[in-house]
């Protein structure tokens, strides 16, 4: 008879363990797909050809830059795509000497820092894309200061329209890819002595 | 169900039980697994709605932000006054923000009206972001500030209301979350009742059978079960077995099936015990009647072995007493010898008869104070010639405690002292000498230690000296004994609180001794019978004195008893002597020559001496002539017997002649 009791005790721990705990899933989800990321660096990438135009007057290196390919990659993840733009971000920062803002800012972090932090790290589209964002914000920032002449920059932030079916992160990961690609060229050319500094820039600015 | 309630047993309710117990704990768990679950999803539908909403307000300020003041419109604004495009890439930068915030905002779920308000707003983002791009050309190309207003105008109006709406939506829902949990709240409480109540009842009906059956089918056939066992009476057969209780296979009628079993047995057993002491009551019967029988033949026995004694030592006395013709010194002692052995005989006689008594458990001992030195004297003195005849010598010393008295049975201290005494004599050597000690132990106890130079018993015979009819080898020998004499002597000594031991050196001697407490000091009276010459002249000489003729009737069947009273008659003067042989004749003559005295045998052929004296007293004739029993019937209770029939005394056999002629005497003397 005990050995009845404790066998009902214990299957009724078990049942009651059993229940579905508390959900606690605080990863951002803002319900971005991969899609409007994706968008984002096709007009990334325009910012970036527009960078180059700003701060190089070699038309054809320009073209060239503007001609590069995106490369095919296959089983990327949110979190490699990440990856990806903190580094575009970096080289970015190294590139306008410290012009852009902070590498690690994100778009709406002052305005909600409690609703995105993520205590689990997980990585998700939104994120990638208020990363991007930023990004975004950043490189038409310093493409505004770079400029002499009047650049139009809504241009970087209409929406793109897509053919066939939606982005994955691979996708997305070949765009970010071509645009650090293109900011390494940049900064070849930067190296090279051929790109128009910032100091450059700001006495070109004095002497107007 | 009530029937069987009714057939239930014990084995079965303690399966019903533990089946209703599982169920209960099984349906309570469930219960409470599913409540929990309930409460569960209850509270995390609360935590989830007000995370859902607490987000969306969250979304809603930043919204407001991101439309309003430092956002979308504001910066537009600014646009087009100061026509910086910092505050153009900060207008895109609120339209980013503002996509995301609907994006994320729509994850959280949305009603219809919050769809509606939103899409609104978008729709005022998007004429917004029209106006914005719009803005950029004209104000690149230098278009007037009221040319670029002309085209850019947008209304901020929809978009505020809508954001209102919105707001008011989420406000809404809220409400509606509250009362969705308030009523789960509610279902769930009612849930819990129910399900209290639901086992609450299970229980009580669990509870209501067991007290049902506790009451009516455990305590009430318990309670008739002990009643019954309380009626069980071993001694009335009929009462021995208990009643049925319930149904076959209930458990109490198997007690009480077990019970019959076990009273069956006992029952059988009661029946084997009580025949057996039916048994044993047949076998006391048969112990008593052999019992009797036994005292009946010792009591034959004793008057068979006394009557030939009477005459031996009736004529004896006769010879030691005649004053016609008085006996040599030698002579005198002969007869002295003759009369001293056949009373030894006689008290032989009646410690053999004894013996039987004490193996009966019958004997008894008249403890007395008693002189040692007198005892030693007399028991000496009856061995003494024996002694002298084989040239042994008999020493004695009782220098150490001289005039002791003992606390004994005078006779039997007597009989054990001279059976030592004989034995010394009779296993000693010719020539050989014998020792006699007394002295006082421990201030309590008088030792007497009988030494002789004989030749000693074996160690390995130590045994058998007090063992019955054991003569250690001597049975063929010259030398006469029973083999019981020290078996008596053990036994008479335990008897009066004494002990007797030995010790032997084969080739030097034996020493047997007996102890015997002591008696206080005081004088010492032992009644002598012994009676003297001079007495017996007496007698005679006063019956003579009065020169009347008596006559003296004798009714005895031996001749040799007959012949001694007429010699003892005759030497009384004036006393004249008539006989019969049997009682018969005897009434004959005692109605016709009305004796003075009659003397009565008791053990006659056809009528007996009791029967006898009852005619006597009957008859007229004879009913005043006092009659004296002459019997060998010696025993107490005989004696007791014959003085509660009438006779006036009563005479033993051997008889005592002194004794015989004094209480002739006295009867005559008081017809006189």
């Not at chain 2, 987000?55 to 026509?83: E, T």
């Not at chain 2, 049925?244 to 009628?253: C, F, K, P, Q």
Request: with cysteine.
């Amino acid at each position: 008879m005990n050995k009845l009791l404790k066998t009902i005790f214990i299957f009724t721990l078990s049942v009651i363990a059993a229940s579905p705990a508390l959900s606690d899933d605080n990863a951002v989800d803002l319900g971005l797909t991969p899609s409007p990321v994706y968008s984002l660096w096709q007009n990334i990438n325009k910012a970036v050809i527009a960078y180059a135009g700003v701060r190089s007057s070699d038309k054809d290196w320009i073209k060239e830059l503007g001609n590069m390919p995106p490369n095919k990659f296959h089983d990327k993840a949110p979190v490699d795509v990440l990856e990806l733009v903190d580094g575009f971000r970096t080289k970015l920062s190294k590139l306008d000497d410290g012009v852009s803002s902070n590498t690690s800012d994100t778009l709406l972090e002052d305005k909600l820092p409690n609703l995105l932090s993520s205590e689990d790290n997980s990585v998700t589209p939104s994120l990638v894309y208020l990363h991007s964002g930023q990004v975004l914000v950043n490189i038409v920032n310093d493409i505004l200061q770079a400029s002499i002449e009047p650049i139009e920059i809504s241009y970087f932030f209409q929406e793109n329209s897509f053919i066939g079916a939606a982005k994955t992160p691979s996708d997305v990961f070949g765009l970010v890819d071509l645009g650090v690609r293109r900011l390494e060229e940049i900064a070849i050319k930067k190296k090279s002595g051929q790109l128009i500094t910032n100091q450059l820039l700001k006495r070109r600015e004095k002497a107007q | 169900m009530i029937s069987a309630l009714k057939t239930l047993t014990i084995n079965r309710l303690g399966k019903w039980l533990t089946s209703f117990l599982i169920l209960t704990a099984i349906i309570t768990t469930i219960t409470s697994v599913i409540l929990i679950r309930e409460i569960t999803n209850l509270n995390t539908l609360w935590v989830s709605s007000e995370r859902h909403i607490t987000q969306k307000q969250a979304y809603l300020s930043v919204l407001r932000g991101s439309i309003g003041y430092g956002g979308m419109i504001h910066n537009f604004k600014n646009y087009l006054i100061r026509r910086d495009k910092k505050y153009l890439l900060s207008a895109h930068r609120s339209v980013l923000e503002i996509k995301i915030i609907f994006s994320g905002y729509r994850v959280l779920g949305v009603s219809a009206e919050e769809e509606s308000a939103i899409s609104d707003i978008e729709s005022v983002t998007r004429e917004y972001m029209k106006a914005i791009i719009r803005a950029e050309i004209l104000i690149d190309r230098n278009y007037a500030i009221s040319q670029i207003d002309e085209q850019v105008a947008v209304s901020d109006a929809p978009a505020l209301l809508a954001l209102r709406r919105l707001t008011n939506a989420v406000a809404a829902l809220r409400q509606e979350k509250a009362k969705v949990v308030s009523g789960s709240i509610n279902s769930l409480t009612v849930t819990i009742y129910t399900a209290a109540i639901g086992i609450g009842l299970l229980l009580v009906v669990v509870i209501l059978t067991l007290a049902w059956f506790i009451r009516f089918r455990l305590i009430n056939p318990l309670g008739k079960l002990v009643t019954a066992i309380g009626r069980v009476n071993p001694s009335v057969p009929g009462q021995l077995r208990l009643p049925s209780i319930g149904r076959v296979d209930d458990e109490l009628n198997m007690v009480a099936t077990a019970t019959n079993r076990f009273l069956d047995s006992m029952e059988n057993h009661l029946s084997k015990r009580r025949n057996a002491e039916k048994a044993l009551e047949i076998a006391k019967e048969e112990a008593e009647n052999a019992n009797q029988a036994k005292s009946e033949f010792l009591s034959s026995m004793s008057h068979e072995l006394r009557t030939p004694l009477n005459a031996i030592l009736g004529f004896a006395q006769l010879m030691q007493f005649d004053p016609d013709t008085p006996l040599t010194d030698e002579q005198k002692d002969s007869t002295n010898q003759i009369i001293k052995g056949g009373n030894h005989l006689l008290e032989l006689i009646d410690q053999v008869l004894e013996l039987a008594k004490i193996e009966a458990g019958k004997m008894s001992v008249s403890i007395e104070a008693v002189s040692i030195i007198q005892l030693l004297d007399e028991s000496i003195s009856m061995v003494q010639t024996m002694a002298e005849k084989r040239n042994i010598s008999i020493n004695v010393n009782t220098d150490d405690c001289p005039n002791v008295e003992a606390m004994a049975d005078y006779t039997r201290l007597k009989q054990v002292l001279l059976n030592l005494l004989s034995n010394a004599v009779k296993y000693n050597s010719d020539g050989g000498s014998i020792s006699v000690v007394t002295k006082v132990e421990d201030d309590n106890f008088c030792y007497i230690a009988i030494s002789d130079t004989g030749p000693g018993i074996p160690d390995d015979k130590r045994d058998a000296v007090f063992q019955p009819f054991n003569r250690l080898g001597h049975e063929s020998s010259e030398i006469e004994g029973t083999g019981i004499g020290l078996v008596i002597t053990r036994k008479m000594m335990h008897m009066m609180n004494g002990n007797i031991d030995f010790k032997s050196e084969v080739g030097k001697g034996t020493t047997f001794w007996i102890e015997i407490p002591l008696a206080e000091q005081a004088s010492m009276s032992i009644p002598s019978t012994a009676q003297t010459q001079d007495d017996i002249v007496t007698i005679k000489s006063s019956i003579g004195a009065g020169k009347k003729s008596y006559t003296v009737l004798y009714v005895e069947d031996n001749p040799a008893n007959l012949m001694l009273m007429e010699k003892i008659i005759e030497r009384m003067s004036g006393v004249n002597l008539i006989s019969s042989h049997n009682a018969e004749l005897g009434l004959e003559m005692a109605e016709e020559q009305k004796p003075d005295i009659i003397l009565l045998d008791i053990n006659l052929p056809g009528m007996d001496g009791y029967e006898a004296l009852e005619h006597l007293k009957i008859n007229e004739k004879t009913s005043s002539i006092p009659v004296i029993a002459v019997t060998a019937q010696a025993t107490k209770s005989d004696i007791k017997k014959g003085r509660h029939a009438g006779f006036v005394g009563y005479i033993t056999k051997p008889i005592q002649v002194p004794e015989l002629i004094k209480i002739i005497e006295e009867n005559l003397n008081t017809k006189a």
